[in-house]
């Protein structure tokens, strides 16, 4: 069984920044894909950003160049730098993992029912 907890969630004016952290418990596999993902109110869950065992990242159209994935391996921990924060990126973020990826011949993706284990969140609030 694998333990996911976020923090880092917060409010923050427009063009803010905040860091996400995620940390990993029990037990893991050396290959996986590792993602960010939020759901607005009245949205579904989307891809924001994610890594893989490799390091390989992949970023949404809308966070390119503001967002940036990371990881900490000594740490178990999974990062997201959020700069330039704007108000359409208020949701709540979680992160989650993929053992099987390199089952597919995957590396970082986005398709949200190949993530089998999911933290419980954490609120990100951005006010104009």
């Known amino acids: 069984q694998v333990q996911l907890v976020e923090s880092g969630g917060g409010s923050v004016q427009s063009g803010g920044s905040l860091r996400l952290s995620c940390v990993a418990s029990?037990?893991?596999?050396?290959?996986?894909?590792m993602g960010w993902f939020r759901q607005g109110p009245g949205k579904g869950r989307e891809g924001v950003a994610c890594?893989?065992?490799?390091?390989?990242?992949r970023y949404a159209d809308s966070v390119k160049g503001r967002f940036t994935v990371s990881q900490d391996n000594a740490k178990n921990t999974l990062y997201l730098q959020m700069n330039s924060l704007k108000p359409e990126d208020t949701a709540t973020y979680y992160c989650?993992?993929?053992?099987?990826?390199?089952?597919?011949?995957?590396?970082?993706?986005?398709?949200?029912?190949?993530?089998?284990?999911w933290g419980q969140g954490t609120q990100v609030t951005v006010s104009s």
């Open positions: 890594i893989d065992s490799y390091g390989t990242t």
């Open positions: 989650a993992v993929d053992f099987s990826n390199g089952d597919y011949g995957l590396g970082p993706h986005f398709m949200v029912s190949e993530y089998k284990h």
């Open positions: 029990g037990h893991t596999y050396s290959s996986y894909s």
